[in-house]
């Protein structure tokens, strides 16, 4: 965990933090302008985005080596909310998302942001790059040849070298051949030069609940990807960030940006990488990034008003195409098919429904899933063939019983055995039984009973007997025949067929 001063700088430090401020720069131009312009704020508020983030979120946030800006998870919903409320509205919610994200760090709810299950996370990532991919669509349609060069560039250019950023070799490649060689289609037009103005956003009372809501989920979902993006830096520079430092950084940087007309942004999982590669440890690498951007946006935004909005689409366009996982996905998939399910079905809702409830369904999904797991290690399953009407299922509790594993076996009964007339729990490899494992027994009886089911105990030990009298989960006549091994019971099962 980091507890030096920015001040306290140690100068072997600068040469690479110059050289990963100023790559970095170089990497998050070309993004900044496309994700600025397709949010709908426009590419200024792309660049200031990336300038005050830049400075304000690694100043003051946990991840020294951390870069952050724009990015597209984030502008994806900021395309949704324009979309849906106008740009009034958006500006208030990323207010509030960059006042929520100083909140949550000053509580230390920051730890509990990583108990998202990872399959969840790739899921969501996929389904934030085939979003953005579709997003790009209309951008694409001014000038289809031109945006299918850009791609191919943004795709094939880090085989021939990785020294040179693909996003800048595809800005340039694309804008030459939109302006000289092809039909370009629309361009991205004036930039407004000068330093961005203060401005408080405006709370439209008929949208109150709606900015509150979206600014509370631009919070959940930045916190989400800085903090995953903090994780990356830790194992590329065997550092610790500091997870509620980090949010309250990105709070104060997010506030700012927003208050002088800016996108909020995130740590940036690409430019930190990069910074880290060519150098950069500390917080200056990043406060450079930004610095620089800012002179690059002062003067030269003239000629980022020629380049072809079909180019920005096309980086974006490559950009998600890249953002998918596929790797991970396959082995998510081929480790566990659970785990493949949750991906998917994450990807999808992500697409298709909302992010929020992508995220929480996923999460609820393993949740559901991690209890059918529990209870396949808890409760093994025998094969039993016994005469009579009655369907019969036999099965044994390996390992001592508590309230968690019993929710976890109540759900695999349920499901299993819903087919069953009579369910057997063999309890002869249980080691030992409290007052907890004997009402978790006394839950799972009531449920299945619920169902229309019975259930009968066996190989019940003395003392756990007598417990579970006394609790009165089974009477002294259910004893006599709970204490008999599994293989009595079910003889006694089988001569009482028509009884029971």
């Not at 597209?72 to 949704?80: D, H, K, Q, S």
């Not at 998202?116 to 990532?125: L, N």
């Not at 934030?128 to 951008?139: N, Q, S």
């Amino acid at each position: 965990m980091e507890t030096k001063s920015f001040f306290s700088y140690d100068i072997k430090n600068l040469k690479g933090d110059i050289m990963g401020g100023f790559t970095t720069a170089i990497v998050a131009l070309p993004l900044a302008l496309a994700l600025g312009v397709a949010s709908g704020a426009g590419a200024k508020a792309g660049l200031y985005s990336a300038i005050i983030t830049g400075i304000l979120s690694t100043l003051f946030g946990g991840t020294p080596a951390q870069v952050n800006g724009p990015t597209g998870a984030m502008t994806v919903v900021l395309i949704e909310l324009y979309e849906k409320f106008g740009a009034e509205a958006l500006f208030a919610a990323m207010l509030v998302a960059g006042v929520t994200q100083i909140l949550i760090g000053g509580l230390k709810l920051g730890k509990y942001i990583h108990l998202i299950p990872q399959p969840v996370i790739v899921g969501f990532t996929n389904g934030i790059g085939f979003l953005i991919f579709l997003k790009m669509i209309p951008y694409f349609e001014t000038g289809p040849v031109v945006a299918l060069i850009t791609i191919a560039v943004m795709l094939l250019f880090p085989f021939i070298t990785k020294k040179v950023p693909a996003s800048l070799m595809a800005l340039i490649v694309g804008t030459v051949a939109g302006t000289y060689l092809l039909p370009g289609g629309e361009l991205v037009g004036a930039i407004p030069s000068g330093l961005p103005q203060f401005t408080l956003p405006s709370f439209p009372a008929n949208q109150l609940v709606d900015i509150i809501q979206s600014g509370i989920i631009l919070a959940m979902l930045g916190c989400i990807e800085s903090l995953l993006a903090a994780l990356v830096v830790d194992e590329m520079t065997k550092t610790k960030h500091h997870s509620n430092k980090e949010l309250i950084g990105q709070g104060i940087g997010n506030t700012v940006a927003t208050l002088f007309g800016a996108l909020i942004g995130t740590g940036a999982i690409v430019r930190s990488a990069v910074n880290v590669n060519a150098g950069g440890r500390t917080r200056l690498s990043g406060i450079l990034h930004g610095i620089i951007l800012l002179v690059i946006t002062l003067k030269f935004a003239p000629l980022a008003s020629q380049i072809p909005l079909a180019v920005l689409g096309g980086i974006l366009m490559g950009t998600a195409i890249k953002m998918v996982e596929y790797s991970a996905t396959r082995k998510f998939t081929y480790a566990s098919k659970r785990a493949g399910s949750v991906i998917i079905i994450t990807t999808l809702l992500t697409v298709f429904s909302d992010l929020v409830i992508a995220v929480a369904a996923g999460t609820l999904l393993s949740m559901f899933l991690f209890v059918l797991s529990m209870g396949e290690v808890y409760l093994k399953q025998y094969p039993i063939s016994i005469k009579g009407g009655k369907k019969v299922a036999s099965y044994t509790v390996e390992g001592p019983l508590f309230f968690g594993v019993s929710n976890a076996i109540a759900s695999k009964l349920e499901i299993e055995s819903e087919d069953a007339d009579i369910i057997v729990l063999n309890l002869m490899n249980m080691p030992v039984m409290d007052s907890t494992g004997a009402i978790a027994i006394k839950s799972i009886k009531q449920l299945l009973e619920g169902n229309g089911q019975t259930l009968i105990l066996a190989g019940v030990k003395e003392q756990a007997g007598k417990l579970l009298t006394k609790l009165e989960v089974i009477s002294d006549e259910d004893l006599q025949i709970s204490s008999m091994r599994i293989k009595d019971v079910l003889s006694h099962i089988e001569m009482n067929m028509v009884n029971v």
